[in-house]
């Protein structure tokens, strides 16, 4: 049984920051990859973040030069750090984890808003 737990989620202001962490736990062989994405209702979950086991990154257009993604490989856990958050940020936030297997984990999500 696999498992994450997502925390720091919030209200903040815009052009405030926020850092999300994401622990994974139970029997993870290995993971490739490490992400967020993020929904709003009535749209598609949409990737934010990724980070691969060899720390290759890749963005969504929308977050560059504002969020960085970062992982603990050793602690199974991936960061994300949220600047100059805007409110058309406002969403679930999803962390996401796939194996070299192929295994696909999610989490609960963590809610952030943005708004004054």
């Known amino acids: 049984q696999v498992q994450l737990v997502e925390s720091g989620g919030g209200l903040v202001q815009p052009g405030g920051s926020l850092r999300l962490s994401c622990a994974a736990s139970?029997?993870?062989?290995?993971?490739?990859?490490m992400g967020w994405y993020r929904q709003t209702p009535g749209k598609q979950r949409e990737l934010v973040a990724r980070?691969?086991?060899?720390?290759?990154?890749n963005y969504a257009d929308s977050v560059k030069g504002r969020f960085t993604i970062s992982r603990d490989s050793a602690k199974n856990t991936v960061y994300l750090q949220m600047n100059s958050l805007k409110p058309e940020d406002t969403a679930v936030y999803y962390c996401?984890?796939?194996?070299?297997?192929?295994?696909?984990?999610w989490g609960q999500g963590t809610q952030v808003t943005v708004s004054s």
């Open positions: 996401n984890i796939v194996t070299f297997s192929n295994d696909d984990y």
């Open positions: 139970g029997s993870i062989v290995r993971v490739y990859t």
């Open positions: 980070i691969t086991a060899a720390g290759s990154t």
